[in-house]
């Protein structure tokens, strides 16, 4: 079930979250993934990554929580190309992460504060902090695919940007 409805909804969370960097994208964004055209690879790959980070879990967690940050970016490249092949998904978050992953977690050990603050009102401070997660991850992934353009790991033909009238 979540392969197959939640997973598309996290890919149509982050073009909601990409498109509102530079337009006023709509909330209605989120569903994205379900009318692009290529529900079943989106799924498809959600649930391979899922699976990998499952199965290197077993190995005393620590490989399934290295393995969480290098596949970082598949959300993403999913929701800025929903058609790529899956190896190669796998192969451009695997390269835009390298040398990166100690960054990303770090930059989500800072939010621990914020987490503890929104404890303080009962929960209630996460539905404001959650976007602001959400967005400060979207800008890492803009700067790690900006990376990724000037080294030739992809090309604007596939991971093209995030405009409102695509797809």
């Not at 879990?57 to 290098?70: A, M, T």
């Not at 967005?135 to 995030?162: C, M, N, Q, W």
């Amino acid at each position: 079930l979540a392969a197959f409805a939640l997973c598309p909804i996290l890919v149509g969370k982050n073009r909601y979250f990409m498109e509102h960097r530079g337009y006023r994208a709509e909330l209605g964004r989120i569903f994205w993934a379900f009318d692009c055209g290529h529900y079943l690879n989106v799924a498809k790959i959600m649930f391979l990554m899922s699976l990998k980070i499952f199965l290197w879990s077993l190995l005393f967690i620590i490989p399934g929580i290295i393995k969480s940050y290098e596949y970082f970016a598949i959300p993403y490249i999913l929701a800025e190309n929903p058609g790529i092949d899956s190896r190669r998904a796998f192969e451009i978050s695997k390269q835009m992460t390298m040398g990166e992953k100690f960054d990303i977690w770090w930059l989500g050990i800072t939010f621990i504060g914020w987490h503890l603050l929104a404890l303080l009102t009962c929960g209630i401070g996460e539905l404001f902090l959650a976007p602001y997660i959400k967005a400060t991850d979207a800008e890492v992934y803009s700067i790690l695919r900006d990376k990724a353009h000037e080294t030739g790991v992809s090309d604007f033909v596939e991971l093209p940007g995030f405009f409102p009238s695509r797809f």
